[in-house]
């Protein structure tokens, strides 16, 4: 398991080494991201080591998690796939070089173009629904070749979990075609008797909150409803892409649970998976990205309100979205370092950590015991490295931050070495982006 005792120790030597070195400056660079590259690497060989040897398995990471593409590139050169759900998606993924057979591309809005461009370049494709199967019919007949990597996506209906917008398997969710609807199994048994290209079954159950055992019996369904197909045309499935969802725990530097124990739920719920007989496409995003990411600002102000102590800091709703418009269902660490990047001996205070936003909700944390924050101090956000100030928000015209890829000097020196990821945003291309007169 991932040691969080070296995690934590990263953060904090990067931190210091950050405003050492000026990253933070309180007036150039007030906040900015980092990205653990260790800590990528250390993920990506527990995903590897976590599946066993005996099944073929592409762990495809799910680019919405963190689509920049140096991210992507680095996670290419440890042996991971993407899976895209965009020509966005798609195009970042071809910019970090992954090669087309390396590609899944689900979405359930597929444009005809999209279609067209993944069929013609060997892209993994999954469908979503019995229009999108008919669009595809059309395009597969007029096609020199059989297409190379279609599924189904099926939506299990085995519930939802704690957040409900990131479940995917409830009974009306809008994803994939819906298995326990009346009619709905007999007719897609049909589509696949009557399409022998159609050769994979995709399952996604969701995205944080969804139970392992929750996960295991939506991809028990994806299995079962492979073994009927195969039961009737033997071999045509040859493969199941179980999606991704493995949860992430925001309230510490560890990984739990990990990828090895979302395998043994796997193993318990659908051991034929692991028979051999299938080959496997994963799609994780989160739990590899999460705690390899954090987020840093500089305090600007502090003030109190009613009896309130309040920081106002450079990160708020632009790089924290979810958690300042959803803090119940993604609360986030703050953790407090003084303006040498040491972290805080300051005595501890109930304080909100408020963002530059012009809504009085921008708030990363409220209520929050921290030590008494000053300004100039630092505030760290870990667990940034998926879904946040990778996909910033546009609101007020803040520009996106500058992201650095941190690591250690190879020497031998122990010192933190950075790499630009992501330049800071200018003012120039803040307004190339607003529209034109
Ligand atoms: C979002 C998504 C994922 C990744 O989910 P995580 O919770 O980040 O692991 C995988 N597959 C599909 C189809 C998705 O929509």
Known sequence: MADHHARRERRDRAVHAAVARGLLDPDEAPVAAFVDVAGIAESARELLAAWPAGVEVLHAFAAKANPLVPVLALLRRHGLGCEVSSPGELAQARAAGFAPERIVLDSPAKSRRELVDALSCGIALNIDNFEELERVDALVAGAESAPRRVGVRINPQVGVGSIVAMSTAGQTT???????????????????????????????????????????????????????????????????????????????????????????????????????????????????????????????????????????????????????????????????????????????????VAGPCCFAGDLLARERKLPKLQTQDVVVVPDTGAYYFSSPFQYNSLPMPPVFGFDTDETGTGDVMFRLMRAAETLDELVARSGTL
Do not use: C, M
Not at 258 to 270: E, I, K, M, S, Y
Not at 283 to 312: D, H, M, P, Q
């Open 174 to 352: 809008k994803f994939g075609i819906a298995l326990a609807d009346p009619g709905n199994r007999e007719a897609l048994l049909r589509a696949y008797a009557e399409r022998p290209w159609l050769r994979w079954v995709h399952v996604h159950v969701g995205s944080q909150g969804i139970p392992l055992e929750l996960n295991a019996e939506g991809v028990a369904e994806a299995v079962a409803f492979a073994q009927e197909v195969n039961a009737l045309r033997p071999g045509q499935v040859e493969g199941i892409d179980v999606g991704g969802g493995l949860p992430v725990d925001f309230t510490g530097d560890e990984d739990t649970p990990t990828f090895g124990d979302q395998v043994a739920a796997l193993r318990a719920a659908a051991p034929e998976l692991f028979s051999g007989a299938f080959k496997i496409v994963t799609e994780y995003g989160r739990s590899l990205l999460a705690k390899n990411g954090f987020l840093a600002s500089r305090v600007e102000y502090t003030k109190t309100a009613g009896g309130r102590a309040i920081a106002l800091t450079h990160a708020g709703a632009q790089v924290a979205a979810r958690t300042v418009f959803a803090p119940e269902a993604w609360p986030l660490r703050v953790l407090a370092y003084d303006r040498h990047g040491l972290p805080s001996t300051a005595e501890l205070e109930v304080q909100d």
